[in-house]
């Protein structure tokens, strides 16, 4: 089950590819299926700033917030260095 995050309100128009970049904003990319890759860069729609925990995926949801959903990991537990 996933548990909003940020209410952002994001309006999603249709060819565009929405997701949350690196440093936690909502950003777009054009989304481009059996074509040559487009020239157009990525663009930063809303600014958030939002702090990921490890364990979930973060996602854009249908309403334009920003929501998290626990991931489901199998097998054994990785260690870390």
């Known amino acids: 089950m996933a548990t909003k995050v940020a209410k952002v309100g994001v ?4 060819g565009w590819l ?6 936690g904003n909502v ?3 054009k989304m481009g299926r059996g074509r040559k ?6 663009q930063m729609v ?4 939002l ?3 490890t364990g979930f ?13 626990k991931l489901s990991r199998r097998g ?6």
């Open 51 to 53: 702090k990921r925990e």
């Open 37 to 42: 890759a487009s020239k157009i860069k990525p």
């Open 57 to 69: 995926l973060y996602f854009i949801d249908k309403q334009g917030d920003v929501s998290k959903a």
């Open 76 to 81: 054994r537990k990785k260690k870390r260095k």
């Open 11 to 14: 309006k999603k128009e249709e």
């Open 18 to 23: 929405y997701y949350l970049d690196k440093k």
């Open 27 to 29: 950003s777009r990319a």
């Open 46 to 49: 809303e600014k958030v700033g």
